[in-house]
């Protein structure tokens, strides 16, 4: 069956109001800062327990509510927690020398303040490992819940927008179809 020219020239126009629909949203969706680099990285195996948390992020953080909170991954325990320093896009936190630490997996949670003044909350994990300890050292599988990090909240932001755009595609395409059938009915 093919479709009246008005028909398909309005149907053309809605793939158009999807992609300005999401592109008008993605910026603000990305709009939060995120964690691009830090001492230790994202992943990083060290085999000396760090003396300072480091995390550089997308923006420059602001001045207000920034805490970051270590915990030891395993037992989901937090074992130190304070506000740190802001120099530009760095956010560091020293850690006490007499931290009770063992091998295994660690979490930095943070919330800063991001750079478009909204609070920004994640994690980025490390292990531990120490040198003497070898390779046979057995440590804590990831929890599958993972916390919230920086880059999954930007992705799921970037997929509530596409999830309203095809909403809005449909809505339109609905909308397109219905009146192009009432005008049919009327032609009748």
């Known amino acids: 069956m093919a479709f009246p020219r008005s028909l398909r020239a309005s149907l053309a126009t809605v793939p158009c ?4 629909v999401v592109g008008v949203g993605a910026p603000g969706a990305l709009a939060h800062d995120a964690v691009i680099g830090g001492s230790p990285a994202d992943g990083e195996v060290v085999t000396e327990f760090p003396d300072t948390l ?6 420059e953080v602001q001045d207000g509510f920034n805490t970051f909170a270590l915990s030891n991954a395993g037992t989901g325990q937090v074992i130190y927690t304070g506000e740190p320093e802001l120099e530009g896009r760095t956010v560091s936190l020293a850690l006490p020398a007499d931290l009770d630490t063992e091998p295994g997996d660690y979490r930095i949670g943070f919330q800063i303040i991001s750079s478009d003044g909204h609070s920004t909350k994640g994690m980025t994990s490390f292990t531990y490992q120490p040198a003497d300890a070898g390779t046979a050292s057995e440590t804590a599988a990831p929890d599958p819940a993972g916390g919230e990090g920086g ?7 970037t997929l509530l927008w596409a999830g309203l755009g095809v909403l809005v595609v449909a809505g339109g395409a609905i909308a397109v179809i219905g009146k192009q059938k009432k005008r049919r009915e009327l032609d009748s």
């Open 17 to 20: 109001a999807a992609a300005l």
């Open 54 to 59: 480091e995390l550089t992020f997308s923006g």
């Open 151 to 157: 880059a999954s909240s930007s992705t799921d932001l």
